[in-house]
């Protein structure tokens, strides 16, 4: 084999290499942002393109309670246009976050993953909280206290036309 010969093999064997590396890389699958109870794991990115609305309870705070029969039904009429998400501010998990769900009837999916560290927002200082973001990932409001499926209507209503 001659020297010429010889290079351009070594040349295209390492360029075949770097190929390889760089496609292997490429087809690792990132690990998901966040996890659903009983659902699908998803990416901040996937919820660009509609509405989210995150609202954090807790079994000890009357007014969630309350609340939650509005965020299902807000759920229920406008899943189609905007993701509902609910957070158990004691970030329970499997057995006493399902007793939870079903004891208080929470029927909008509920993340295992803090919002918190998902959109870069501080712990809220009240409960319910209920967050706002719009379609291209800016959070829009931060609601403190009880919601109605009619006050979240209006709000993202009044949103859309700012």
């Not at 001659?2 to 064997?13: E, G, R, S, W």
């Not at 609305?53 to 406008?78: Q, T």
């Not at 319910?128 to 209503?157: F, H, M, N």
Request: net charge negative; charged share 25%.
């Amino acid at each position: 084999m001659t020297k010429v010969t010889h290079n351009i093999l070594f040349k295209l064997i390492s360029i075949l290499m770097f190929l390889s590396m760089y496609l292997s890389s490429c087809s690792e699958s990132k690990p998901p942002d966040f996890e659903i109870y009983n659902g699908s794991p998803g990416y901040v990115s996937d919820l660009r393109g509609k509405w989210v609305v995150i609202n954090y309870w807790a079994d000890w705070c009357p007014p969630c309670i309350k609340e939650m029969p509005e965020l299902s039904s807000f759920y229920r009429n406008n899943k189609n246009d905007v993701y509902v998400f609910a957070f158990n501010f004691d970030q329970l998990e499997g057995e006493e976050l399902q007793e939870q769900i079903v004891r208080f009837k929470v029927n909008v999916p509920s993340l295992l993953t803090d919002p918190g560290e998902l959109f870069n927002w501080e712990v809220p200082e009240g409960l319910p909280a209920t967050y706002i973001i719009d379609p291209e990932g800016k959070t829009r409001e931060k609601l403190i206290g009880p919601q109605t499926e009619r006050s979240l209507v209006e709000l993202i209503r009044k949103l859309k036309t700012d």
